[in-house]
């Protein structure tokens, strides 16, 4: 992370693209120093990034609906407290499309195409030339949902490090040409800010079908937890084991808070005479453990969707007030400010 703000001045805004549940990858990529931060911040904002969700999605709008709740659910049961952080959701902030637009006049296509996170997504999803322009300037417009709020700390997975260099780019052109407006803004990854999917693949993502959610009930992570990937040389007990890129190995390093012990089992797997099974046992035991009270709290909230929705429509009030102000300040800037 570059330059963090000082602490009475950190303003924090984060956000998820419903597109589905949150799994444990966004837990320990992000949300934990979410909840960490809304204490030390001065401010602190929550978006669900529903406008950004639909530059991929325009034909499923049922889906970026349904998973507006499901993320901010997520968030609250995790602990983000409606009363230290503003949620809200991107597509009420008629500012935030605004500002958004301004900004794409400081932006070569060129550099669009260069973001290494879009042209991973663009890569996945098998794009080419037919990208939606949207999903390709998407990164110019959470520059906006950043920007809106003067906000200086931004903690997200390491995928978004790459936005946050063009929201800076866009910072420095701003106020190179208009004159003194935005500050230049840091972010800050999770102690792990890429937790690799249950089938080993680099990344736990709901798209390659390996994440274990937040939502998910023990049985559930006892079975995926049971599918991991271990030692493929490692088929009888005796065996000895491999713990080098062996995901349950990984898994254990991050979750269990036993480190004498994962040290012990480590030795004994890699001599021979520990089972896959026994290990396995032990991860879903960790994880059900933080999983537990998160999707018990998840489930007590989603019974009464109109609270969640309340605290987004409060939160949504309290945040467009500060994109109206920004955006008199970036009009008045830009000389478009007539009547
Ligand atoms: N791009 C982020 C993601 O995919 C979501 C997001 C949208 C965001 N706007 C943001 C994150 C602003 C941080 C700040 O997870």
């Known amino acids: 992370m570059e330059n963090k703000p000082e602490t009475k001045e950190i303003i924090v805004l984060t956000g998820d693209r419903p597109t589905g549940k949150l799994h444990l990858g966004h837990f320990v990529g992000s949300i934990q ?11 602190s904002f929550y978006m669900v990034a529903d406008m950004q969700a639909l530059t991929d999605n325009a034909e499923n709008p049922e889906k970026i609906r349904i998973n507006t709740l499901e993320v901010a659910l997520d968030n609250l049961a995790c602990g983000l407290d409606p009363a230290k952080t503003t949620m809200f959701i991107q597509s009420q902030i008629p500012e935030i499309a605004e500002l958004a637009l301004l ?4 932006v070569t ?5 260069r973001n290494p996170t879009v042209k991973s997504e663009m890569q996945q ?3 080419g030339e037919d990208v939606p322009a949207g999903f390709l300037v998407y990164p110019v417009s959470q520059a906006a949902d950043i920007l809106f709020a003067k906000a200086n700390l931004i903690p997200v997975g390491e995928d978004q490090k790459p936005m946050i260099e063009q929201t800076n780019e866009i910072v420095d052109s701003f106020n190179r040409i208009y004159g003194d407006t935005f500050k230049r803004v840091s972010h800050l990854v999770g102690e792990t800010p890429r937790l690799v999917g249950t089938d080993g693949n680099s990344k736990m993502s709901k798209s390659l079908n390996n994440g274990i959610y937040l939502s998910d009930s023990d049985e559930t992570i006892e079975k995926k937890v049971m599918e991991m990937y271990t030692d493929p040389n490692h088929i009888h007990v005796t065996d000895p084991g491999k713990v080098e890129g062996n995901v349950v190995f990984m898994y254990l390093d991050i979750f269990d808070t036993n480190k004498e012990e994962v040290a012990d089992l480590k030795e004994q797997y890699k001599k021979g005479g520990l089972g896959d099974v026994i290990l396995k046992k032990r991860l879903a035991k960790v994880l059900s453990e933080i999983i537990t009270p998160i999707r018990e709290k998840r489930e007590k909230l989603a019974e009464n969707p109109k609270m969640v929705m309340d605290i987004l429509e409060e939160g949504t009030k309290k945040a467009r007030e500060e994109a109206i102000q920004t955006l008199n300040e970036v009009r008045r800037a830009m000389k478009i400010d007539f009547f």
Do not use: D, S
Request: glycine share 4%; no cysteine; aromatic share 8%.
């Open 33 to 43: 120093n979410r909840l960490k931060l809304q204490n030390e911040a001065k401010k």
């Open 103 to 106: 900004f794409m006049n400081l």
């Open 109 to 113: 296509l060129a550099r669009l195409k």
């Open 125 to 127: 999803k098998g794009f």
